[in-house]
């Protein structure tokens, strides 16, 4: 469980579920492992997993921007001046400059979270400990928060800025919030809303895009089936300054890289592709889902906002082709954003 996620930064690799770095923080009954760091990309990509615990302390970041994305439990988030209760699927962004924090409140609550810069990562393991315990978290850690720990990390340079005596907003169990934003802003994104789009058979629903984040990164959840083949247009994608990480959450896919061999991605696993290589990713189970973390560069929500906008519909609602027009606009957005399609 302690195995250095530093790999190079040109070349793919896969981070299997439970495996790799896997760090916790003294009392916190949670465990944090490393899916992605600056070792490999401009992102960071955490998963933690916990049991419930008091609020982390209110704070803010000077450039770090935090996003939370539950994959199974409950979640406190606060941003600023505004409080949500996140389930599954449901998302929260807080750029720089923002008050937050978050507190887990179920049994067995795991989340996705991609930080930016890759860097403050940093920050965990120098608070933090490998973690050798036995399942997936600690779950009876009664020590204390490090804090001298984290007094050293701050005195160190570390992107964290505590606010002393801040008082946390009342949060909302029950809201809504369907549109993700053109700009930096503070939001919260409710699952099975916001935007949604389906091309040569797949289906992408943005999270945020690299115009939310002034083109640093985004997220997106691709949704495809075996049953239903990718199209040839999306069979080969190559984004010369764009790297990517696909973490499933549901099913298998296979992702292909130019000039080697295919790799199935399971459930919980998370696969990295380097800019500029070619890639495609096709659905091995009947109903296939993963999330697609995109650093420093357009998303694959620039290529899929070309299709059929089916908002409010899920995978198979829309069995278009790849016409003429479709074909069109992805011409348009290679010319733009100078990616590559192959299959044009």
Same mark, same amino acid.
């Not at 965990?124 to 050293?152: C, L, W």
């Not at 009947?286 to 070309?306: K, N, Q, T």
């Not at 409010?312 to 590559?340: C, M, N, T, W, Y």
């Given at each position: 469980?302690?195995?250095?996620?530093?790999?190079?930064?040109n070349?793919?690799f896969l981070v299997?579920?439970?495996?790799?770095?896997i760090?916790t923080i003294a009392g916190t009954?949670?465990s944090?492992q490393f899916?992605l760091?600056?070792s490999?990309a401009?992102?960071a990509?955490?998963?933690?997993?916990?049991n419930?615990?008091?609020?982390?302390?209110?704070?803010?970041?000077k450039?770090?921007?935090d996003?939370?994305l539950v994959?199974?439990?409950k979640?406190k988030v606060?941003?600023?001046e505004?409080g949500?209760?996140?389930?599954a699927?449901?998302?929260a962004?807080?750029?720089p400059g923002?008050?937050h924090s978050?507190q887990?409140?179920e049994p067995h609550?795991e989340?996705?979270?991609?930080?930016h810069?890759?860097?403050?990562?940093?920050f965990?393991?120098?608070?933090g400990?490998?973690y050798?315990?036995?399942?997936p978290f600690p779950?009876?850690?009664?020590?204390?928060?490090?804090?001298?720990?984290f007094?050293q990390?701050?005195?160190?340079?570390?992107?964290v800025i505590?606010v002393?005596?801040?008082?946390?907003?009342?949060?909302?169990y029950?809201?809504s919030?369907?549109?993700?934003p053109?700009?930096m802003?503070?939001?919260?994104?409710k699952?099975?809303?916001?935007?949604?789009?389906?091309?040569?058979?797949?289906?992408l /629903?943005p999270?945020?895009t *690299?115009?939310?984040?002034?083109?640093?990164f985004s @997220?997106g959840?691709? =949704? !495809?089936?075996?049953?239903?083949p990718?199209a040839?247009?999306l069979?080969?994608?190559?984004?010369p300054?764009?790297?990517f990480?696909f973490t499933?959450i549901?099913g298998?896919?296979?992702i292909?890289i130019?000039?080697q061999?295919?790799?199935?991605v399971?459930?919980g696993?998370s696969y990295?592709v380097?800019p500029?290589? /070619?890639?495609?990713a096709q *659905?091995?189970s009947?109903f296939s889902?993963?999330y @697609?973390?995109?650093? =420093? !560069?357009?998303?694959l929500?620039?290529i899929f906002?070309a299709g059929?906008?089916?908002t409010?519909k899920?995978?198979g609602?829309?069995?278009?082709?790849?016409d003429?027009?479709?074909?069109?606009?992805?011409?348009?957005v290679v010319?733009k954003?100078g990616?590559q399609i192959?299959?044009?």
């Amino acid at each position: 469980m302690a195995d250095s996620l530093r790999k190079a930064a040109n070349e793919p690799f896969l981070v299997e579920s439970d495996e790799g770095e896997i760090w916790t923080i003294a009392g916190t009954n949670s465990s944090i492992q490393f899916l992605l760091d600056e070792s490999s990309a401009p992102i960071a990509i955490l998963r933690s997993r916990g049991n419930p615990g008091d609020p982390v302390a209110p704070h803010f970041h000077k450039q770090a921007i935090d996003t939370w994305l539950v994959v199974q439990g409950k979640l406190k988030v606060w941003g600023g001046e505004e409080g949500r209760v996140l389930s599954a699927g449901d998302f929260a962004f807080v750029p720089p400059g923002v008050i937050h924090s978050y507190q887990v409140i179920e049994p067995h609550t795991e989340f996705l979270g991609l930080i930016h810069p890759a860097e403050w990562v940093n920050f965990m393991r120098a608070i933090g400990e490998v973690y050798t315990g036995k399942g997936p978290f600690p779950s009876n850690d009664t020590r204390h928060f490090p804090v001298p720990k984290f007094i050293q990390a701050i005195k160190d340079g570390h992107d964290v800025i505590p606010v002393r005596d801040h008082k946390l907003p009342e949060v909302q169990y029950e809201w809504s919030g369907s549109s993700v934003p053109s700009k930096m802003e503070s939001y919260f994104l409710k699952a099975h809303t916001g935007p949604r789009y389906s091309l040569g058979n797949q289906t992408l /629903a943005p999270l945020c895009t *690299a115009a939310t984040t002034d083109g640093k990164f985004s @997220v997106g959840l691709l =949704e !495809g089936s075996s049953s239903m083949p990718v199209a040839q247009e999306l069979s080969k994608l190559q984004f010369p300054k764009t790297c990517f990480m696909f973490t499933v959450i549901g099913g298998e896919w296979e992702i292909t890289i130019e000039g080697q061999d295919a790799k199935t991605v399971k459930t919980g696993d998370s696969y990295y592709v380097p800019p500029n290589m /070619a890639f495609g990713a096709q *659905a091995k189970s009947g109903f296939s889902r993963a999330y @697609v973390f995109g650093g =420093e !560069g357009p998303g694959l929500d620039v290529i899929f906002a070309a299709g059929t906008d089916i908002t409010g519909k899920i995978l198979g609602s829309d069995d278009s082709p790849v016409d003429d027009k479709i074909k069109a606009k992805l011409r348009e957005v290679v010319q733009k954003e100078g990616i590559q399609i192959h299959g044009l």
